[in-house]
Nanobody
Framework: QVQLVESGGGLVQAGGSLRLSCAAS????????MGWYRQNPGKQRELVVI???????HYADSVKGRFTISRDNAKNTVYLQMNSLKPEDTAVYYC???????????????WGQGTQVTVSS
């Protein structure tokens, strides 16, 4: 079993900053990618950023230059530093990891529980 546990989030004024964290644990053989998505009620979940273990990190255009993803491979943890936040960044943010577990040849998507980010104007 694999668990993703998120922390961070909260309420911030426009122009402020927040930092999200997500730690993966369990029977992990290999993490192929980690990233963040966000979702508002009635809307589809959208990609914020995805960081492959090898390859190019991809940011949504709406967050480029403001959000930065980083990863601590030793801790299986990914961070999202969000600066210059805007009201339109308000959403529930979900951590995502593409993981191959012990004894399995397959990669599966795993999700965190979600954390609310609210940016007031």
């Amino acid at each position: 079993q694999v668990q993703l546990v998120e922390s961070g989030g909260g309420l911030v004024q426009a122009g402020g900053s927040l930092r999200l964290s997500c730690a993966a644990s369990g029977s992990i053989f290999r993490i192929n990618a980690m990233g963040w998505y966000r979702q508002n009620p009635g809307k589809q979940r959208e990609l914020v950023v995805i960081m492959p273990s090898s390859g190019t990190t991809h940011y949504a255009d709406s967050v480029k230059g403001r959000f930065t993803i980083s990863r601590d491979n030793a801790k299986n943890t990914v961070y999202l530093q969000m600066n210059s936040l805007k009201p339109e960044d308000t959403a529930v943010y979900y951590c995502n990891a593409k993981i191959v577990t012990m004894g399995s040849p397959y990669e599966y998507d795993y999700w965190g529980q979600g954390t609310q980010v609210t940016v007031s104007s």
